[in-house]
């Protein structure tokens, strides 16, 4: 039997690995064809941006804190398939290096992240980039997977689904935002003269800045465990700080 709630979240991360920062290019200013004549900044390597991260046990306490730095390294690549992509370098506060991702930013304002091989299995393995609906405000399956064996089967599915707009204030400033959720769903079944089946959900929303040209903020409510019923952690996580070149 698979721990969902661990999978859940590991899946949850994975969501904020690839969609911290998502905007590509030189430094300069252009208007989304999708958010209505908002101007959507493009920024280039140099930028920055700071981000701390919250969260909570069921009761309200803090658990644990964290504060990371994405810095763009470099821009305007061919790589993987696609032009004018982005690297990413992911730190800590402390500057030891977490990882190097890729991004590009679509025509239509949605987001492409590059997903390495066998990292997991992105639209059922057909394609390694996936995309965040940010403009298009559209519904993306961006993760099929399913195993069995002898014993049990485990089946996972998450989308990215449009979800409106809402503002997120940093440093003073309120900034209008293009909503994403994002939602797991895994069905563990452990077979048996019985079989036994748990399902288990968990959704991330996700908060795009057209003006700022960022992901604003991400918040994912805690969920409660269908082995234990307990309820897990909640997170809370936004920009406190950036920097563009």
Known sequence: ???????????????????????????????????GGSTIVRHGAGSYFIMERVTRDSTGAIV?????????????????????????????MSGWSVDTSYIRYESNGDVSSYVRPGSLPINGGTSP??????????????LRYDTVSQFSAAHERATFAGA?????????????????????TLTDTTFGPTNNVFN?????????APAL???????????????????????????VDYHLQ
Request: hydrophobic share 35%; aromatic share 6%.
């Open 129 to 142: 980039w996936i995309t965040i609906p940010f403009g298009s405000q559209q519904s993306v399956t961006w």
């Open 64 to 92: 644990s804190t964290s504060t990371t730095k994405e810095m763009f390294v470099a821009t305007g690549l061919t790589i993987y398939g696609k032009s004018d992509v982005i690297a990413l370098l992911d730190s800590s």
């Open 213 to 239: 040209g960022d992901i604003a903020a991400e918040d994912q409510p805690a969920t409660r465990d269908p082995m234990s019923g307990q309820m897990g952690t909640s997170s809370h996580g936004q920009v």
């Open 200 to 208: 288990s959900s968990s959704s991330s929303t996700i908060f795009f």
């Open 1 to 35: 039997m698979r721990n969902t709630n661990q999978t859940l979240r590991v899946l949850a991360a994975f969501v904020m690995a690839i969609a911290l920062t998502v905007i590509v290019g030189c430094h300069s200013t252009t208007t989304s064809p999708n958010d």
């Open 164 to 184: 409106g707009s809402g503002s997120v204030t940093i440093k003073g400033q309120t900034f209008s935002t293009e909503n994403v959720v994002s939602s797991i």
